[in-house]
């Protein structure tokens, strides 16, 4: 079965810096990897998704993500963070005939 | 509809009572899925169902959940002589993509309160 660690519960970052959110995962095949952000009184929103190729995907928002098979991480980038980034992140994996299966989160606080 | 429908929005039940939780999918997404949402909990997968089956029951907490999915539309998620420990926002997601490959559209969720 798969599962997902995000190690950082809050990370508070100021306005105009750069952003590293960390995810780790476990699946004995190759994963489906996603992220979504949950802003306050929200809905999630998928930010990005790696399926295949290219381990450096871009989505939404100005956000990227590295898949490191060497290291089974998917970390969240973002070269400088504005304060609508302020939210709540979430990775999550899946398979192709299992379900997804989401991170505790990470909140993100900006500073001004 | 445009959107993953869920209802109600917000339920207030006492000790004991049975409860059911909607979810009405976006057309056409085969896959469904339940989730709940506790502070510092993340989402906990629950239950996922492909069409009317559930592949996957193995997030259920108790024998006190069950959900089911008609149609392949409308799914119920019931919860029986509910306990306080289960307040949390319980969320309802669709996908088009079969399995755990594809982008989940969520609904706004039901937040049940239980006194």
């Known amino acids: 079965a798969q599962s997902v660690t995000q190690p950082d519960i809050h990370i508070t970052v100021s306005e105009g810096a750069s952003l590293e959110l960390r995810c780790n995962y476990s699946y004995g095949a190759t994963p489906y990897l996603f992220w979504y952000v949950q802003s306050p009184g929200q809905g999630l929103q998928l930010l990005l998704k790696y399926f295949s190729g290219d381990t450096l995907v871009q989505g939404i928002k100005g956000f990227e993500a590295e898949f490191k098979r060497s290291q089974s991480s998917f970390n969240l980038r973002k070269p400088s963070v504005h304060w609508s980034d302020a939210a709540e992140y979430f990775c999550a994996v899946g398979a192709g005939d299992d379900k997804i299966i989401f991170g505790k989160g990470t909140r993100l606080h900006i500073l001004p | 509809g445009a959107g993953v429908s869920q209802s109600p929005s917000n339920k207030v039940t006492e000790k004991g009572k049975d409860v059911e939780l909607r979810c009405d999918p976006i057309s056409g997404h085969t896959a469904l899925y339940w989730y709940r949402q506790s502070l510092g909990q993340g989402l906990e997968f629950l239950i996922y169902?492909?069409?009317?089956?559930?592949?996957?029951k193995s997030g259920l907490p108790s024998d006190r959940f069950s959900a089911e999915r008609t149609g392949g539309s409308v799914s119920t998620l019931t919860i029986q002589r509910t306990q306080q420990e289960d307040s949390a926002v319980y969320l309802c997601?669709?996908?088009?993509?079969?399995?755990?490959?594809?982008?989940?559209?969520f609904g706004e969720g039901s937040r049940l309160t239980v006194l």
């Open positions: 997601a669709s996908s088009y993509w079969t399995g755990g490959t594809g982008e989940l559209f």
């Open positions: 169902f492909q069409g009317n089956s559930a592949p996957d």
